[in-house]
Each structure stands twice: as C-alpha cells, then as structure tokens.
C-alpha cells in the first residue's frame, strides 16, 4: 500500500462525535410521497416491430400487456380488454438502461472540467464544498431527468458529496420523488481526511428502513486506494452488518493499481458479489481474475475513464477474465451527456481495437451490459434488466424508423451504433410512464434547468472559479 497511515483521533471518538448530529437528522424523506400509485388499468405495449427480451432471440411484432408494474403477458395480439393501448409500430421493445456508477450530485456543473485551479480533481475540490443540500438535490432532479430521457429507468446514485445529514436526505428524497428507480449509495464528503470515515451514524439510522420500493439504500466508499485501512475496514464492517451493499473505486489508475488494494480486499474477504468494483482500468490480469473468481461486480465507465486520463479501458481483457460488467455514464461534467447509446458503442469498439479482432465480441454483448448483466450486478437480476411475464415493467420503446436508424440489417447493431437518445419514445418505470411520445411527462424540465443553472453559478461565485 502506498497510502500514508495518517494518524487522527481513533475511530471510535470520531464516531461517537458524530452521533450526536447523526441522530438529530431528521430522514426528511420519510415524509416523502410515495414514488407512484399504481396505475388503475391495464397497459398494452401494441405491435412493436421487434421485441428484444435480453434472455431470447429477438421477436417480430409482438405485444405486451403491463398490469400493477408488472409485466403480465407477453405474444402476439394479446386481447386489449379494458386496457390503455399505445401503438409501439416502428420501435423496438426492450428493457430499460441500468447505469451501474453515477455522481448525480455534481450536474448541475457539467463541462465544468477543468478552471483555474486546474483539472478536474482541483476543480472538483474547489466546488464541492459550496454544495448545500438544495444544490445536491437539483443536481440529481436534472441527473435523473437526463437518466430517463436516455433509456436510463435504474440508476446506481454515487453520492461521494454527503457533507451533512441533510445532503443524504436531501439526495434520497430527490430519488423517490422521480420515481425512477435505483440505489443511493451513501458516501462521504469530497475533502474528508482518509482517517476519517463517513456518517456511519447516520448510515445506520437510514439503513434500517427502505426508502421506498423503487429506491433503496446502499454505500460508496473511497476503500483501499483513497483511505486509510482502519476506515474502510470499518465501512465494510458497518455496512455488512446492516446488510448494505458496497461500492468503491479500484485500480483507476496505476499508482492505485500498484498499490495492492484489490489483493487487500480479497484477503480481508472483502470481495463479492454484495462488492462493485469501479472502473479497474488498470488492474493486472491477476486483479481482474482474482475479482473475477470472488465475483464481484465491475463497473466500467468508457468515456471518462479516457477523459480524466486513467487511461483506455482494457475491456478485451475484462472479457477475457470473465467479470460481470455494468456500465456507466459516471458523471455529467466530464462525460457531458447520460448517453448509454455512445456508452455502449464505445465499449464494443475499444474491445475490438484493442484487440485488433473485429469479431472479439457481439454488439449483444454491449446490450447485455446495460441491461441484464447491469441489473445483475447491483442485485435486481431477478426484477429488472430482462422482459419476461412476472418481472418489473421497466421498459423502453426506440424507434427503428427514424432518419439515423432505418434501415438497419441488424437489431443490435442498431442500438448500439445508430441509436440515440432522442430516439427514446417511450419510457416506462415499474409501468409508469415517464416519457411518451419522446416528451418527458413527470418533470417540469424548464424549472429544472433554471434552478441547475442558478445553483451553479452561486456555487462558481462562491469558489470564484
Ligand atoms: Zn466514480
């Protein structure tokens, strides 16, 4: 390990100060509506030229009838009845994007990559602690808009700006209200000492009841390459014993790979599946078999892996060790836009370029990424991720007619080379609709934008950047 072993005060007194503030915290989400009433009637999904279920081969023309959030029948003109029809003739039928690793708190300052104090870690630093919780809670409102407008119907909410209870809250509260589903990862503030840990108190008053039954609670943590091992050892203690799932980035660049945090982790049992690895760009072989073998979940996210300067995401050799891939857009103001489209295509791509093997991997692949096998990894394998009879209704309907995406010779390579979000027609989360007719139809996009863009300029002016 190349981290220093810094001395602070032990963990126990940090813990014990903090349980005070902790159990003060009012959960202001636990007065939060609930994320949706279930829909009286019967929805059918009619005619869809293609229906791809992610688990069988691609069907022509097939319907889909959704009753309480729940996909009831799949085939070919099923019996409407008394249910709410929508025409899916020119679009393709498919299960909703899962983003598997995503900093929802800082979007409000997309591009805002490099400034005056430099790249983007010292810009970074230079901003994130003039976020309060209102500003983290727009951020995720326009995270979460842009999610959705993409295809995007589960997100993994890396939240690793929580200053304060009340950013926590504020953050979860956001998540319920859009009805979108996903994780919220609870972090740690962005300029805290490696000797510190995060809020375990406040974790730990949280994580004894769900959020609601889209949202659901899980941690972020800065674990062997960005912290002291008393900490995350501590981290990983606290949130197994609450039964919270983990997230941490790893091997993100190689000082961090040399450092020996994957080989820590794994003789801690430290990995598995309730562990998702994030990034790995440049994890050895062995790391990545060794993280392969005690199966843990691997997160990669293309574009900014190359726009920070990690370097270029070895997925050839990911493949080739057999790790349960997810991906992600990461963050809005590196990557710019929550395209899974362009996340998608860019991975298959740099696996065959890396490779020098055009055939290396299927288009299929790439899909299976962003859906199923990104479902798997944050444990929804068994709801969302697939279309079948019984599973969640997370779907989106994209159009093979359009300009950029007709005529093509083949269903995958479509979606993931032509395809763009603004070809997302329809958008459903646990069988409410969130976008139809290519318009958002939950979220007051106009008002979002304004406050983003008013919480943002404040947080420049008070870092004067
Ligand atoms: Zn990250």
């Given amino acids: 390990m190349s981290l220093p072993d810094r001395k602070g005060l032990p963990l126990s007194t940090i813990i014990n100060r903090r349980k005070a503030s902790a159990m003060l915290a009012t959960a202001a989400w636990g007065m939060t509506m609930p994320a949706r009433a279930a829909p009286p009637r019967r929805l059918l999904l009619r005619g869809a030229d293609h229906l791809l279920t992610m688990t069988d081969p691609p ?51 997309r591009g805002l990559w490099r400034s005056a104090k430099g790249g983007f870690m010292p810009t970074m630093a230079a901003i994130s602690p003039h976020f309060t919780p209102a500003d983290v809670a727009i951020s995720v409102d326009l995270a979460l808009a842009e999610a959705v407008n993409s295809g995007i119907t589960t997100v993994h909410n890396w939240a690793h700006n929580v200053r304060s209870p009340a950013h926590a809250d504020a953050e979860i509260a956001a998540m319920i209200r859009s009805g979108v589903r996903g994780r919220f990862a609870y972090g740690y503030a962005q300029d805290v000492g490696k000797d510190q840990p995060m809020n375990l108190d406040h974790l730990s008053t949280i994580a004894r009841r769900r959020p609601s039954n889209l949202v659901s609670i899980g941690i972020c943590a800065r674990g062997p390459d960005r912290s002291a091992p008393p900490v995350w050892q501590a981290e990983w203690d606290v949130a ?72 270029v995401p070895p997925i050839a050799d990911m493949i080739a060790a057999g790790l349960l891939l997810g991906l992600s857009v990461d963050n809005m103001v590196l990557a710019g836009q929550a395209d899974m489209f362009s996340v998608m295509r860019l991975s298959t791509d740099l696996a065959r370029g890396l490779s020098r093997n055009q055939l290396l991997m299927e288009d299929m692949t790439a899909l299976r990424w962003a859906t199923i096998d990104g479902a798997r990894s944050l ?77 943002i300029a404040k947080i420049r002016s008070a870092a004067a950047i």
């Fill in 59 to 109: 069907r022509a023309k097939t319907d889909m009838l959704i009753h309480q959030g729940r996909i009831e029948a799949i085939g070919p003109d099923l019996p409407a009845g008394d249910a709410d029809v929508i025409d899916l003739s020119g679009h393709v039928l498919m299960p909703g994007f899962v983003d598997t690793h995503w900093h929802m708190w800082n979007t409000a300052a």
């Fill in 240 to 311: 197994r014993r609450l039964g919270l799932p983990i997230s941490t980035h790893m091997a993100s660049d190689p000082k961090s790979a040399a450092s020996g945090g994957i080989a820590a982790l794994a003789a801690r049992k430290g990995l598995g599946a309730d562990v998702q690895l994030v990034h790995l760009t440049a994890a050895s072989r062995a790391d990545m078999d060794r993280v392969a073998q005690a199966g843990s979940p691997v997160s990669i996210s293309p574009w900014t892996e190359l726009e920070v300067g990690y370097g």
């Fill in 379 to 455: 444990g929804l394998g068994q709801q969302v991720g697939a279309l079948a009879p019984g599973m969640r209704a997370d779907i989106i309907a994209v159009r093979v007619d359009a300009l950029n995406t007709a005529p093509a010779a083949d269903l995958p390579s479509l979606l993931t080379h032509a395809a763009r979000p603004d070809n997302v027609s329809l958008v459903l989360i646990d069988g409410v609709a969130h976008k139809r007719d290519g318009q958002l139809v939950r979220v007051d996009l106009p008002a979002i934008r304004a406050k983003a863009s008013a919480s």
